[in-house]
């Protein structure tokens, strides 16, 4: 089946002929970090080491550009020369370099003296207008099978456990099924950096192929509607218990989503409005 996965908010980005889910590349990127390397900076040996594996090692320091998009980024190495002129024209954020003259990696690297050198940044910024660091939409993506749904993909402020400690985190959510991420093991990712980012956008498109190939709500499906199961049983309990006759939670998925789950986030997100901590 060939699956299109359209892009609904943030910048579209090539794939791999085979495989949607796989992004290769976009045509623009921010460059959130620029500096610069040499013997002498801790850890410099182990940071070009994979210069070394790669036969590029050729310099004796080296000026650094990493570049990201929503779900790709990259590592330029070129001449110091390079990049120190680089920052120096590029004050008043116009200025453009020669890709050509250095050597570029995918992905930003990790490892002794990466992993000290590299702050953490993230893809929305209050630099950039965002309502704060590391909170707001990231991407979204159509939904294959229900008109109008969307997958979408959001840095938040969230805790792994009731009353823990707040944690800048990144998932995806669908408005078709409204899965809670957060209970569906392995898609709540905290959020250090573009990988983060990439395998959250990744994880949402995998939900949408699985939607095309599958259909909405069979067993197959990653997109399962509960048409409001749980909170039938969990308000006739309720009622039982309380000797009541109104309901103690909404009665519909979407309902309860908007108002105690993730799309209550992204409702405030896109209305520029800080959440408060998710599950604090």
């Known amino acids: 089946m060939n699956i299109t996965i359209t892009t609904t908010f943030g910048a579209a980005h090539h794939v791999s002929d085979t495989n949607p889910a796989h992004v290769t ?67 008043g954020g ?81 408005t078709a099924c409204h899965t809670d991420t957060f209970h569906d093991s392995g898609h709540v990712h905290e959020n250090t950096g573009p990988d983060s980012r990439r395998w959250a956008a990744r994880q949402a498109r995998q939900h949408i192929i699985s939607a095309a190939r599958h259909g909405t709500g069979t067993t197959n499906s990653a997109c399962q509607p509960r048409n409001g199961e749980m909170l039938h049983a969990v308000n006739a309990l309720a009622r039982d218990m309380w000797g009541t006759q109104g309901n103690a939670l909404p009665d519909t998925d979407d309902a309860y989503c908007a108002t105690k789950g993730p799309c209550s986030i992204i409702r405030e997100l896109r209305a520029g409005v800080r959440p408060a901590v998710y599950r604090a």
Not at 103 to 124: C, K, L, Q
Not at 144 to 163: K, N
């Open 25 to 91: 590349g976009c045509d623009r990127y921010r460059l959130p970090l620029v500096g610069t390397i040499a013997p002498g900076t801790p850890g410099y040996e182990d940071m070009v080491e994979m210069l070394k594996d790669n036969g590029h090692h050729t310099r004796e320091g080296y000026g650094l550009i990493f570049l990201e998009s929503e779900e790709f980024s990259g590592t330029y190495f070129g001449s110091i020369e390079q990049i120190e002129q680089y920052k120096r024209e590029n004050v």
């Open 94 to 174: 116009t200025a453009t370099f020669d890709a050509s003259q250095g050597v570029t990696y995918a992905h930003w690297p990790h490892g002794e003296g990466w992993d000290s050198f590299i702050p953490r940044v993230f893809w929305n910024t209050q630099a950039r207008g965002a309502i704060a660091d590391g909170v707001g939409l990231v991407t979204a993506f159509a939904h294959a099978g229900i008109p109008g749904a969307e997958v979408i993909v959001y840095e938040f402020e969230g805790t792994w456990r009731r009353d823990g400690e707040p944690q800048q985190l990144v998932t995806h959510h669908c």
